[in-house]
């Protein structure tokens, strides 16, 4: 189904429904669980209904790159880097398949204190007070964007994935479409943290990320034009 605007929406029922698990979504996110027992539990709960989202939200097509494999975007990117002022020496962007994406790699020997990278501040991606990042900042409760000041960076990435001509698209076109953190961990896998430190902060991590999209997804995408049609969970995390 399309919005008119060349846009794919959900059809009626299957809109009703996602905003159904939104609904259900939220509270969970606000619960407390005092024990990691019930921390574990809280997690596989919101994960299931996370899963029947995301299930919902492939259907509107939304990509958050241009279909190339990033290799394929380093050229056009260091193309626009160095154009705007940023300075690469006796380095370059290769992919290291055994360390799963792209990384730096010395094109010759490299002295003590030599500078080998150097990026103006116009190529700094940083939330300013333009207009469409302002509709964002004045819906945001600003607990929230004190305690979290990575929402709005992320929303503004996401506006800018989605803006026609949009003077980020080469180095957005070299991000990858998913990371190794806890996000994208499966019940099963952070069972396998259990023994460790870093369980806690990862279920922590899983639930605030949940409870961001959840609140935004209710409250915050309709009213902002560069949201309305783009956000959805696997895009915001």
């Known amino acids: 189904m399309s919005n008119g605007t060349g846009r794919k929406t959900l059809p009626m029922g299957k809109q009703s429904e996602l905003n159904e698990l939104v609904e259900l979504l ?13 921390q574990l539990a809280q997690h596989r709960e919101m994960y299931a209904v996370l899963e029947r989202i995301r299930r919902l939200e492939s259907e509107l097509k939304l990509r958050t790159t241009n279909g190339r494999p990033r290799a394929d975007n380093v050229d056009r990117f260091v193309q626009w880097a160095t154009s705007n002022g940023c300075y690469c ?23 003590a204190g030599e500078s080998v990278i150097e990026v103006p501040k116009a190529l700094f991606f940083y939330v300013n007070d333009e207009p469409r990042y302002r509709q964002v ?9 004190k305690e979290q000041g990575n929402i709005m960076l992320a929303l503004a990435l996401i506006m800018e994935r989605f803006r026609k001509d949009s003077f980020w698209r080469p180095y ?33 991590l899983c639930k605030n990320i949940a409870r961001q999209y959840g609140f935004i997804k209710k409250f915050v ?13 696997d895009i915001f995390r």
């Open 221 to 233: 995408q309709s009213r902002v034009d560069g949201l309305q049609h783009n956000f959805t969970y």
């Open 26 to 38: 939220v509270p969970l996110g606000f619960k407390d669980a005092s024990t990691l027992t019930d």
């Open 137 to 145: 900042l004045d819906l945001m409760p600003g607990a929230m964007m």
């Open 172 to 204: 957005l076109d070299v991000l990858p479409e998913r990371y190794t953190t806890p996000l994208f961990y499966t019940p099963e896998d952070m069972i396998e943290l259990r023994e460790t430190a870093a369980l806690e902060p990862a279920l922590k």
């Open 89 to 111: 020496g006796k380095v370059r962007i290769v992919e290291h398949p055994a360390y799963g994406g792209l990384g730096l790699e010395s094109t010759g020997p490299i002295g």
